[in-house]
């Protein structure tokens, strides 16, 4: 069967997460797709049921094919020769992108979710709109349950400090960088742009309270989010071709963020990971079953989980290992200098847990559900 992104639908919101991860993606492919708003009856009538939960993004081809994640979408499109690909070939390059995919997509939930919800009140009539509630119907019941999702996503009042400098901090990191380079790894986005631009533009960087923020602090991480949703480069600010940077070079202003994720993601990650190492060695997992009882749980259970020396009791999500053995596939294709740069760079620490999760199971996807795989010697 030959698959083709031409005439697609991509049914998503603009303020979701990981619709805008797709939409970049699909927007620089320049494919003719369609986005349709997920609030629309045929996504209930007939997406939900054939994908089992009621999720976003989900890609309906125009033979009637479904993919749903955002990471799926952009795999997918990989394979079919996209005018922009997302994966560079330099082996380096890719696992500083699967990095930054893997800090994107999970580790900025916390401060997305804390500026949206904890600053609700200073930005309502901005989310009343985004939600589809400025017709005057009472938002109550969905803000609270929006809200009452905080804690287990590790947004406390003790750690919400923590939340707040660390997105400062990560903003002025990321600035630096994007004052002499367009996208992460030259002119051309990389899946680790694409999946920053989750939190950082649909969350962070619309919404009023910390897009202000951002503005003030960090107007070239904000002009990147401006730049990632245009189809074309938009980058004529700067002397650089279209395209990653030649010889397999990560350039060493992305030194100091990769050392924050390090720091700021590692004991999360590990103690995440060790979640479910003791789900797996308690439960009756096998390979190919899903990972839960119900396709819309994605959360497995709480833990322990260290957050900028706080600990909370945190909802874990077997998702997280479908990122994670990206990390670690890439980092399996480097030679011994380049993991010696890696260890040295961004894999230092219990960030070492990315590329040694000792499991026997990771996560892989069947008709858009997530399974449990067997790692090869082990199952």
């Known amino acids: 069967m030959t698959i083709s992104f031409q005439e697609a639908e991509l049914f998503g919101l603009p303020h979701s997460y990981y619709t805008l991860i797709a939409r970049s993606y699909l927007r620089k492919q320049h494919w003719t797709v369609h986005e349709v708003s997920s609030r629309r009856p045929e996504f209930g009538r007939e997406i939900v049921p054939a994908i089992g939960r009621g999720i976003i993004p989900v890609l309906k081809l125009a033979d009637g094919t479904l993919i749903q994640d955002s990471l799926d979408i952009i795999e997918t499109g990989e394979t079919l020769l996209p005018r922009l690909p997302a994966m560079p070939q330099g082996p380096k390059q890719q696992l500083v992108a699967r990095v930054f995919f893997l800090y994107g997509s999970q580790a900025l939930l916390k401060p997305a979710m804390h500026y949206r919800w904890s600053y609700y009140e200073d930005q309502k009539a901005f989310l009343d709109h985004a939600f589809g509630l400025a017709d005057g119907s009472a938002p109550e019941k969905i803000m609270d349950r929006m809200k009452s999702y905080l804690p287990v996503l590790g947004v406390t009042p003790e750690t919400i400090p923590h939340i707040e400098t660390s997105f ?103 103690d995440r990971i060790a979640c479910l190492r003791a789900h797996q060695a308690n439960e009756a997992v096998s390979d190919g079953a899903p990972v839960s009882e119900k396709p819309a749980q994605r959360a497995v259970g709480f833990a322990p989980v260290r957050y900028r020396g706080v600990t909370v009791q945190m909802a874990v999500q077997p998702y997280l290992l479908y990122c994670q053995r990206r990390i670690e596939a890439a980092y399996a294709q480097l030679n011994n200098a380049d993991k010696a740069w890696a260890d040295d760079i961004l894999l230092f620490g219990e960030m070492r847990s990315a590329i040694d999760p000792q499991l026997s199971f990771t996560v892989g996807r069947l008709n858009n559900i997530e399974v449990w795989e067997a790692v090869s010697g082990t199952g």
């Not at 401006?226 to 070079?249: Q, S, T, V, W």
């Open 168 to 270: 400062e901090t990560l903003l002025g990191l990321l600035d630096a960088h994007f004052a002499k380079y367009p996208y992460l790894l030259g002119g051309q986005p990389s899946v680790g742009d694409y999946g920053m631009l989750g939190p950082l533009c649909a969350h962070l960087g619309r919404d009023p309270v910390p897009e202000m923020l951002m503005k003030r602090l960090a107007p070239n991480v904000y002009r990147w989010t401006e730049r990632m949703n245009c189809a074309g480069p938009d980058m004529p600010e700067y002397e650089i071709e279209e395209g990653f940077l030649f010889g397999d070079e990560v350039p060493e202003t992305l030194y100091p963020v990769l050392a924050f994720i390090a720091e700021d993601y590692g004991p999360e990650l590990t």
